[in-house]
């Protein structure tokens, strides 16, 4: 190939910044995404390329090589979080309430970067880059499939993302040959009680009282239930009930998720969460509904793309930069993708404490050291690459 990739991302490097700072200052919710739209419209048409709208927000846009070959799907989520924007930058939000928390300004910059350095390596091309700006990762259930339907996989032989990594040091790459993030899944407990006064008990049936029990009891499920080679996760993150200090309420709700990687383990937690609140709640003369949503499937690195997409790490960053990590709880709706075709995800690190980028995802403070979107650019396109040479 005539083109160094090296040398055409590096040209890029104040585009994927400024890109990356333009969707910073202007963040907008999943299925809102309407501006953000636009300017990735805009922009790929800048390339000479012919984008279309998909999946509401979203967009697809098609990069085809001189020469035949497969094609391999690049995707980047483009939706914000409901959060203020405390960052002390000029790139802060300007959009009240709303702030990119989680990255995906910077997966946004990066696919266009690499619009930008594919297009300019057409002539040299063999093969075809699809690239998927997707919206609604963070809103349930999740963009993946409406750009799905939308043809985002129709002819593709293997598809890739990565997500910006506040854990890792901004200069490493984190990687899974299998297992990568958890399944999402949602309960909400409804118990029904019977009010009265506070100072007369004895006429009530306390859902506070039969609620406090239930999580107790719902905290021994992974200790004592689950095998500890399994990784699982319960979490309660809502607790509803009252509104006056001597008013004992008819209901409380709790509310709660549970990660998996296993189908089974699923099962299993669920059907703890569901014999629990029937054993409490029947010594107790309450009455409950338990109701859950799945969430998508775990994320799963298929072992060979994983190798090649490693293999591509290196060659970029360093052998030694490139790491094996353990499998995180948080989830991903890139697992559709990777339902339909085969897959790999990866971290790319952000995070740098010399600069005071230290906050976690999803924190009004996150941010991310910069120079890491070149590196990002640099390895996606290297493993597109050698994608379309192996697939």
Not at 15 to 38: D, I, N
Not at 40 to 60: D, N, Q
Request: net charge negative; aromatic share 6%; hydrophobic share 40%.
């Amino acid at each position: 190939m005539k083109f160094s990739v090296h040398n055409l991302v590096k040209e890029q490097e104040q585009y994927v910044v400024a890109m990356r700072r333009h969707f910073r200052q202007r963040p907008e919710l999943g299925g809102q995404e309407y501006e953000t739209q636009k300017k990735i419209i805009a922009e790929l048409r800048s390339m000479g390329l012919e984008p279309r709208p998909a999946a509401g927000t979203g967009v697809i846009a098609e990069i085809t090589g001189s020469r035949p070959g497969p094609t391999v799907a690049i995707r980047a989520d483009i939706d914000a979080l409901p959060i203020q924007d405390e960052i002390d930058q000029p790139y802060r939000s300007e959009n009240a309430g709303l702030c990119h928390a989680c990255g995906h300004d910077g997966h946004t910059a990066m696919l266009l970067t690499i619009a930008r350095v594919f297009s300019a390596m057409r002539t040299e091309l063999a093969g075809n880059i699809r690239l998927l700006f997707q919206p609604s990762e963070e809103r349930f259930p999740g963009g993946a499939l409406p750009m799905i339907a939308d043809g985002a996989l129709r002819g593709v032989a293997a598809v890739i993302g990565a997500h910006l990594w506040q854990p890792l040091a901004a200069g490493t790459m984190g990687i899974t040959y299998g297992p990568m993030m958890a399944s999402p899944d949602e309960f909400t407990i409804t118990i029904q009680g019977r009010g009265g006064h506070g100072s007369m008990p004895q006429q009530t049936i306390d859902p506070i009282y039969v609620g406090a029990q239930i999580v107790l009891a719902l905290k021994t499920i992974t200790g004592n239930q689950i095998s500890t080679n399994e990784l699982a996760v319960l979490s309660l993150g809502a607790f509803k009930a009252g509104e006056v200090f001597n008013i004992i309420p008819d209901t409380a709700v709790l509310q709660g998720s549970v990660r998996t990687f296993s189908p089974q383990v699923r099962e299993k937690i669920f059907a703890s969460i569901e014999q629990i609140c029937a054993g409490i709640c029947a010594a107790a003369g309450a009455a409950y509904t338990l109701a859950n949503c799945n969430g998508y499937p775990p994320v799963i690195n298929n072992p060979r793309l994983a190798g090649v997409v490693a293999l591509a790490g290196k060659a970029v960053l360093g052998a030694d930069q490139v790491i094996e990590i353990s499998p995180v709880m948080g989830a991903e709706d890139f697992s559709r993708y990777q339902e339909q075709v085969p897959g790999c995800f990866l971290f790319m690190g952000i995070g740098n404490k010399e600069k005071g980028i230290i906050y976690p995802h999803h924190h009004p403070k996150f941010d991310m050291d910069e120079q890491a979107l070149v590196h990002g650019v640099e390895v996606m396109v290297e493993a597109a690459l050698r994608l379309l040479q192996k697939t």
